[in-house]
């Protein structure tokens, strides 16, 4: 019986998840880490574009064009995609700690 008891214990406390609270702080670190994420990967779509631009494609079979044009393209949008991702992300979690601190301050209004 102990042994089953056991295993229902290392269950339920493996399924409980610790939540923890999210503050203005914490949101504003992450916009920081996200915003120079983000701004590392728009210098290095800037880079990649300007590469390809000052490298034309050398060959004269057409099938060879349309296959490099297209992963050069497939290249700068993955790199333009994580740029923007970035970006939005930066962009909700300051909003996000912008309602945190408007949140708190009106419970604290309401306190008082």
Known sequence: MSNSTSKQQSETSSTQTETKKVTPWSCLVGA??????????YFLTSAIAQTFATKPIQSS???????????????????ALGTGLFGVVTVGLVALAIQLFFQSLSKRL???
């Open 61 to 79: 079979n057409p099938f060879v064009i349309n296959i490099s044009s297209a992963v050069r393209t497939l290249v700068v949008g993955v790199a």
């Open 32 to 41: 920081v880490i996200s915003g120079s994420l983000g701004s590392a990967l």
């Open 110 to 112: 309401r306190k008082n």
